[in-house]
């Protein structure tokens, strides 16, 4: 980080692993280290998140199940809204493409309500979510573009969850 003037900051294009290991929140934003993927960081971060979901779910299901995974979820919810706020201010951008923990948790919330599910059914739910978080179709823009700060970044992901999940009501309905 750069400082320029007292309370201002230089925007850092391409943060790397000295930045992203300089602050706790960093490493949380940024998805350890999934975010620097210099090539589409929120599917490298959403990639993470199915990974990590499948890996500590089958590793160790006493300790991962529905209930704890449902609250690791909310808290992370929380908590991202502060490592965004901290780390999108670091960088000089309230919601730098390398902070994928929205993608995180936002991903992880999908696995969850899916579960149990196939591997080819997690893959429409990892093409569904990537595709409402990329193209953010109404309303999902709107809550893009009207809330800042680390709970916008957050927010817009969940919302993109939610119509990614309600895809999945609909195909089952019909």
Not at 144 to 163: E, N, P, S, T, Y
């Amino acid at each position: 980080m750069t400082t320029l003037e007292q309370g201002q900051t230089a925007m850092i294009n391409k943060p790397g692993w000295r930045f992203m290991l300089g602050h706790p929140a960093h490493i949380l934003a940024q998805g350890f280290g999934s975010g620097l993927s210099p090539i589409m960081p929120g599917t490298s971060g959403t990639l993470f998140a199915w990974l990590s979901f499948v890996m500590f779910s089958s590793r160790w299901p006493d300790i991962f199940n529905s209930a704890n995974w449902a609250i690791v979820i909310v808290a992370g919810f929380f908590i991202g809204i502060w490592a965004c706020k901290v780390t999108g201010k670091n960088l000089g951008v309230a919601d730098h493409g390398s902070m994928v923990w929205d993608e995180i948790i936002a991903f992880w919330l999908v696995l969850l309500l899916i579960t149990p599910a196939s591997w080819q059914t997690q893959t429409w739910a990892f093409l569904g979510f990537r595709f409402f978080d990329m193209v953010k179709p109404p309303p999902i823009g709107y809550f893009d573009h009207r809330f800042k700060g680390g709970f916008g970044v957050m927010w817009d992901d969940i919302v993109a969850a939610f119509f990614c999940l309600l895809c999945f009501a609909l195909v089952r309905v019909i």
